[in-house]
């Protein structure tokens, strides 16, 4: 990320067309955040709450549950905050980059955009490979949370019992949410990727992550 954001900063002329950028551009106008006669604004204020509540997803726990106590936890957790500001504020700065170097670029083609544009040939790899390591590890973690509370949470406390090895039955319904998961990918993908991460949390986030939060409090 910091490698693809010197190309791009390296590609304009001066520093001007960011200053510029963030200036004139409706999009960094913070007087529209409070502006709630705009439908847009109220919306991005429900955004805002929703991403704002902790959604104590199911590998978060497990990530949790297995420290050895709450102080690596919180270690665990200043480390990663820490991290993730970089990156996300790199990402941030790549995307001021990209709509400075190209204003009329559309959303959906920004990716396509910085890799066939603006990467080498062995960024490219690094950047494809590092997106597809991000996902598959992302994506392996919640299934195998979800199916672990499938078979083992849902299923034998109710004493359900297709196939009696739980670990077989845990790599069926693994296979089961995997086949789910593309055709709900396949299904918003027209809507965006907002609207889809929307859409999956609706399905967790009020069944377990506000009552468990309010049980807490």
């Given at each position: 990320m910091p490698t693809l954001a010197y190309f791009l900063l390296a590609s304009l002329e001066n520093i001007d067309a960011i200053t510029s950028t963030i200036n004139t551009n409706p999009i960094?106008?913070?007087k529209k955040v409070f502006d709630f006669s705009e439908s847009q604004s109220l919306y991005h204020l429900f955004i805002f709450f929703f991403f704002i509540v902790r959604g104590f997803d199911p590998a978060l726990f497990q990530r949790i549950a297995m420290a050895k106590n709450t102080s690596q936890v919180a270690k665990s957790f200043f480390i990663a905050a820490t991290v993730c500001l970089v990156i996300g504020t790199i990402t941030c700065f790549i995307g001021v980059l990209v709509l400075s170097i190209n204003p009329n670029l559309p959303s959906q083609d920004v990716i396509k955009y910085l890799v066939s544009d603006y990467a080498s040939v062995g960024l490219k790899g690094?950047?494809?490979?590092?997106?597809?390591?991000?996902?598959?590890?992302?994506?392996?973690?919640?299934?195998?949370a979800t199916a672990v509370i499938i078979v083992h949470d849902f299923c034998k406390p109710l004493r359900i019992k297709l196939i009696k090895n739980e670990l077989f039955s845990a790599r069926i319904v693994s296979y089961l949410i995997g086949f789910a998961g593309i055709v709900l990918a396949l299904y918003g993908s027209e809507s965006g990727l907002l609207q889809l991460f929307i859409l999956a949390?609706?399905?967790?986030?009020?069944?377990?992550?506000?009552p468990f939060l309010m049980s807490l409090l």
């Open positions: 960094f106008d913070y690094i950047i494809l490979a590092g997106v597809m390591a991000m996902v598959m590890s992302t994506v392996d973690s919640y299934i195998n949390n609706s399905f967790y986030m009020p069944i377990v992550s506000v």
